[in-house]
Nanobody, 121 residues
Framework: QVQLEESGGGLVQPGGSLRLSCAAS????????MGWYRQAPGKQRELVAT???????DYADSVKGRFTISRDNAKNTVYLQMNSLKSEDTAVYYC???????????????WGQGTQVTVSS
């Protein structure tokens, strides 16, 4: 069973930066769109950023100009560079990927386990 493994979360002061990474646990047949979502306490999960396998990106208005999503297709990895972090960015961040795990498998959505990002002084 393929999994998405996230890393890079932690505690950072306002105005600081963090870089999140998310990689598939093994080689898969194909990965289509990848993205990052976040969920703050008491709130619904929301889209942060997405990137297609061709490199087209999209961002939530709240993070435009501060966050950058990128991917390395050779490593089956997606990144989220977060700059100028604010307290309202505090949340659990999840990566998501549309993948076909094998040639015979249908495309499905896979989610990472989540990584905590806390922005506080």
């Amino acid at each position: 069973q393929v999994q998405l493994e996230e890393s890079g979360g932690g505690l950072v002061q306002p105005g600081g930066s963090l870089r999140l990474s998310c990689a598939a646990s093994r080689i898969v047949f194909s990965i289509n769109a990848m993205g990052w979502y976040r969920q703050a306490p008491g709130k619904q999960r929301e889209l942060v950023a997405t990137i297609t396998n061709g490199g087209t990106t999209d961002y939530a208005d709240s993070v435009k100009g501060r966050f950058t999503i990128s991917r390395d297709n050779a490593k089956n990895t997606v990144y989220l560079q977060m700059n100028s972090l604010k307290s309202e960015d505090t949340a659990v961040y999840y990566c998501k990927a549309k993948m076909r795990s094998t040639y015979w498998a249908r495309e499905n959505d896979y989610w990472g386990q989540g990584t905590q990002v806390t922005v506080s002084s």
